[in-house]
């Protein structure tokens, strides 16, 4: 029998889920024609039929260096999901991998492209989806405490 605790987080989990596959559905037309146009400018480029690019003036060797930047470094939303999954290693909805990048570096990243990101990392093996949550795929997954004590009493 499942808790209500459960229940809830895999009823989270499938409307998650099914919020990532409209989004998808409803982007599609779009991409299809943003392939294009990426077509037609690539083809045009190979043509010669581009418009000629401004020159950039050479900058002076003299000129002043940019101040080196203080405080945080700067993350990519990539860099910042991988630090949360493998800061536990727990498995983590996309919701709450949103949540802690929001609480830790005040980063606001919509669900759908959290997924996305997601999706692009499992593709690359860094991350994986285990049915509850997901995870880092760069370390195995320590055992619970209570998985440890039962195999040390087998």
Avoid: C, H
Avoid at 1 to 22: C, D, F, V
Avoid at 35 to 45: I, K, R, Y
Wanted: charged share 30%; net charge neutral.
């Amino acid at each position: 029998m499942s808790t209500i605790y459960q229940y809830l987080l895999e009823r989270k989990t499938q409307l998650e889920l099914r919020m990532t596959e409209a989004q998808l559905r409803a982007q599609a037309p779009f991409e299809d024609e943003l392939n294009a146009l990426s077509l037609a400018l690539d083809a045009l480029e190979r043509g010669g039929l581009n418009p000629p690019r401004r020159v950039r003036a050479e900058e002076p060797s003299f000129a002043a260096v940019a101040p080196v930047r203080r405080g945080r470094k700067a993350r990519s939303t990539r860099e910042m999901i991988l630090l949360v999954l493998g800061k536990d290693r727990v498995a983590l909805s996309a919701s709450d991998i949103a949540l802690q990048l929001a609480r830790r570096w005040a980063r606001q990243v919509p669900l759908a492209a959290m997924l996305v990101e997601l999706q692009a990392l499992e593709q690359e093996g860094l991350a994986r989806w285990e049915g509850r949550g997901w995870t880092s795929a760069a370390e195995p997954r320590t055992e619970s405490a209570g998985d440890e004590a039962a195999a040390i009493s087998a």
